[in-house]
């Protein structure tokens, strides 16, 4: 069965930076559209980052534009997300996702995308 799975959480001062990975087996990614996603305590899943199959166009929630980036490297099967310039308010979960369907994206809507991965955590503190 497909597993995502997340790593590289954790607590970090404001002003800091993390790096996730996301590693995926018995999915090849290579020409699959990936995303990122967060889920705040008490709040609705958001769109973090995301990007196309081909890695040539990447899209960005307003929030983070600037401070995150996506990337991917089909050859290790991994997708990486680096958080600079954290505050606060980027304290959540956050979570890895990947489109079955083949080429297309970035798409930045949950139900977009077929497998997810059990989330990584990431606390900022002020």
């Known amino acids: 069965q497909v597993q995502l799975v997340e790593s590289g959480g954790g607590l970090v001062q404001a002003g800091g930076s993390l790096r996730l990975s996301c590693a995926i087996s018995r999915l090849t990614i290579s020409m699959r559209a990936m995303g990122w996603f967060r889920q705040a305590p008490g709040k609705e899943r958001e769109f973090v980052a995301a990007?196309?199959?081909?890695?040539?166009?990447?899209d960005y929630a307003d929030s983070v534009k600037g401070r995150f980036t996506i990337s991917r490297d089909n050859a290790k099967n991994m997708v990486y997300l680096q958080l600079n310039s954290l505050n606060p308010e980027d304290t959540a979960v956050y979570y890895c996702a990947a489109k079955l369907r083949l080429l297309g994206g970035p798409y930045s809507r949950p139900s977009e995308y077929d497998y997810w991965g059990q989330g990584t955590q990431v606390t900022v503190s002020s």
């Open positions: 990007i196309s199959s081909t890695g040539g166009i990447s």
